[in-house]
């Protein structure tokens, strides 16, 4: 069992920037796949953004490409969400995915999840 929790979250204005970490319960170096996805009220949970394996491939949505930046750091066993020049669009509950094998894309491929942190984006 693997035990995640983010942090981070917030209200800021439109432009702003936030910085969204999720802290696991294992090593993150025994993880393969961490990824965070979100879920605006009324829609389905999206993926944002994944990272996996040990070269640490990332890959991103692409309505977050360019702004947003995953990274992982071993030492800290923490995953974090770098989100730079945010939209009112971007308003959703954050939440933090982990598994132990290669996922991809889709949130039920993942075994693992954190309880969510708010992002809210004011135009």
């Known amino acids: 069992q693997v035990q995640l929790v983010e942090s981070g979250g917030g209200l800021v204005q439109a432009g702003d920037s936030l910085r969204l970490s999720c802290t696991t319960s294992i090593p993150t170096s025994y993880i393969v796949t961490m990824a965070w996805f979100r879920q605006a009220p009324g829609k389905e949970r999206e993926f944002v953004s994944g990272?996996?394996?040990?070269?640490?491939?990332?890959v991103y949505s692409d309505a977050v490409k360019g702004r947003f930046t995953i990274s992982r750091d071993n030492a800290n066993n923490t995953l974090y969400l770098q989100m730079n020049r945010l939209r009112p669009e971007d308003t959703a509950v954050y939440y933090c995915a982990a598994d132990l094998y290669s996922c991809g894309t889709g949130a039920h491929e993942y075994d693992f999840w954190g309880q969510g942190t708010q992002v809210t984006v004011s135009s």
């Open positions: 990272i996996r394996g040990i070269v640490g491939s990332t």
